[in-house]
């Protein structure tokens, strides 16, 4: 393997693995990130015998300027300050890969991959920054140590060194050789990583993070789900649950085994109790704000772990940030997370229609335990007089036949839940769930989906009823949530995503029940998860999110609180240990105490590591004489001989670039036809036989030599005639 070949390989690789994990990590818009990788592949293809073009010189010294002004400007329109910086970072790697010149540059590039790595690592890489960084572990301890050898050849060469032999160091053939990086260089400089990863693994556990760097540099990601925000539009067409996203994942308590490979469960999100024609609202706008409890908050009462079935969420970032509930919540608790240094921690709070939303550190997602009333406690939900109004509200170019058609279906029965119900019957199997809902773009979408088209989404089967139910004085409200997930194998828990968005309805109804009700109008085969259960895309696709969620909740997740429960856990197991062998009492009991086993663990390592270092250390050499390498003497001959070439050939304005071999150069000059070619060539051979190829240079063949270079040192080249055709005719006159 060339040693040249390999150092570049393995120094592009580095760059590359830095600036693919700052783009995964940072929020950067579609267009910069394909500009970003564009510019790096380019600048990957671009040949190493080009670097060395005037183009790419100037792009070198002017590349980087013009880059930190354009960035400058744009951080001055009001662009982000960490968006600005990661991109700047980003192309500065990309400029100086595509104009590197030498082991300087390539060091360059190794310092910029690092801080690309730093960055990563602030912004909470998730799954694809942790195969980027096992990447840089093993790739890093040989582009260093490469890079290091090839500045040390170079710097030798600009300080003039020369070999054992006398001739200057030749750099291109250094980079050429194949002797210089082996198979088992190569595996013993990856094997590094190992020692490398425990340290590091060893600095994490000990040392976790607080949550600084989130405060400083984090930012809100602008991820938006369908359905969720404060004004939903059924005037807007296209499929709303196709996208594979994942939102969030849920366990629920003790389910059976195995466990089923769907669950359709509705996790309430927010509600919208204004509809004006083509869109929902809310009427009461007020942002939610913390203060019940900083981690707990009640709902209906106290949560009771003996009676209540718990329901354990975690919430990727969403905007806005809401907490999903199942029906018949009683009460959230946030579970132990990573906490910021200073500012605000992070609270539940509850905000118009029953929605709960998190405050403190909306952008990081969430965690939190939901729990669950059975079905047979009652659970009172008053509706007040003044609050009665909005929830009957109807547009007042509601087509007349919408309550015609709700009075018909609903009058035959006598309890508002009753009249609900017989609503929800009619929508439910009188009409077909489509995801391209035609109805989204007419004047009155809910009427054309009535009374034309009879197909759309959840949300017009919701709309629908809820404008039926006021129709008929029955209060409603348009609700969106979750409506269940798909079953992960690896990671054991239920995945949602933003393609299982749905919409359903609550109606507040005094018979048999005195509060808010759940009705979903919409068919089974639009009520319920629709992501695949089998299949290999499937399971590749479960084992990436599991291991996703595992790197999320015990690396990025990982602070101060999860450091004190490790160490509380791996106490008691060892206590367990300590019982079960007996050692916890008699003579053993102070002996086997952690802190005793620790310190001697300590002890131990160290008498080993000072024995390791004494064996290794070499004995005292008998004798400090030191051999120097016999060389040949025709070999010393030769190189001193051919030095005075040189020389001689210099002052001829025939010098030899240190890059060109000695026998290429008396080739060119024997093809310019120079005369003293035959000489040059005839010398060289001369020197190249005696060096290499095992011929002795006697006294005869010496002072040949010399001669000949000493009439190469005084030849002088024949001035040009005034007259100018040629010696023959001056010699005519």
Known sequence: MRFGLVHRIMTDALAALGVIAVVNTASMSPWTTALVLVGLALALAVPESWQHKPALRHLATIGPLTLFAVQGVRLLSGRSALDVAVEFAALLQIIRLATRRGAAHDQQ?????????????????????????????????????????RREVEGNYRQGARDRTGLPVDVPRILRSRRVVGRGFLATTCLLSVPIFLFTAALFVLFPRVGLSLLLLSHPRNTRM????????????????????????????????????????????????????????????????????????????????????????????????????????????????????????????????????????????????????????????????????????????????????????????????????AIEEHLKHDFKYDLGSPSGGKPQPVDHFLFESRRGHCEFFSTSMALMLREVGIPSRNVTGFVGGTYNRFGRYYAVRQGDSHSWVEAYVEDPVRGWVTFDPTPTSGARPLQETAGAWVYIRDLVEAMSQRWNRYVIGYDLKTQVRLFEDLSRRYETIRKQTGTDHGALERVTRAPVVAGLALVLAAAAYM??????????????????????????????????????????????????PPLRHAEQIAARAHPLAEDVLALTTTYLEARFGGASIDEASRRAFEDKVRTIRTYKAPEPSGTGTGPAQDAAV
């Open 611 to 660: 024995l390791w270092k004494k064996r290794r250390t070499p004995a005292k050499p008998k004798s400090l004489r030191i051999e120097k390498p016999t060389v040949d003497a025709s070999q010393e001959a030769a190189t001193a001989l051919y030095r005075s070439l040189e020389t001689a050939l210099a002052l001829q304005g025939l010098g030899r670039p240190p890059a060109l």
């Open 109 to 149: 590039i190794i310092v910029l991959a690092l801080l690309h790595f730093v960055a990563g690592t602030v912004l909470g890489g998730g799954l694809s920054y942790a195969l980027c960084f096992f990447g840089f572990l093993v790739v890093a301890p040989g582009a260093l140590v490469l890079s290091h050898l």
């Open 226 to 421: 369908v359905g969720f925000s404060d004004h939903v539009d059924l005037g807007e067409v296209g499929q709303i649950r196709t996208d594979p996203s994942l939102a969030l994942r849920f366990d629920v308590q003790d389910l059976p085994e195995p466990p089923p490979p769907t669950l359709t469960l509705r996790l309430r999100g927010t509600a919208f109790d204004k509809y004006d024609g083509r869109a929902w609202s809310r009427t009461h706008r007020e942002r939610p704000h913390g203060g019940e409890a900083p981690e707990t908050l009640v709902l209906a009462r106290r949560p009771d772990p003996n009676r209540d079935r718990r329901v354990t969420i975690d919430l990727e970032p969403i905007d806005p940030a809401v907490v999903f509930l199942p029906p018949r919540t009683v009460a959230v608790t946030i579970r132990s997370q990573q906490q910021a240094v200073t500012g605000e921690n992070v609270a539940l709070a509850r905000g118009p229609e029953g929605e709960v939303r998190y405050v403190g550190s909306d952008a990081h997602g969430l965690r939190y335990d939901a729990f669950v009333a059975s079905d047979r406690e009652p659970m009172l939900d008053i509706l007040h007089a003044q609050d009665r109004a909005r929830y009957l509200d109807v547009p007042l170019d509601l087509p007349k036949r919408i309550g015609e058609l709700a009075h018909e279906w609903a009058d035959a029965q006598p309890t508002p839940y009753l009249k609900a119900k």
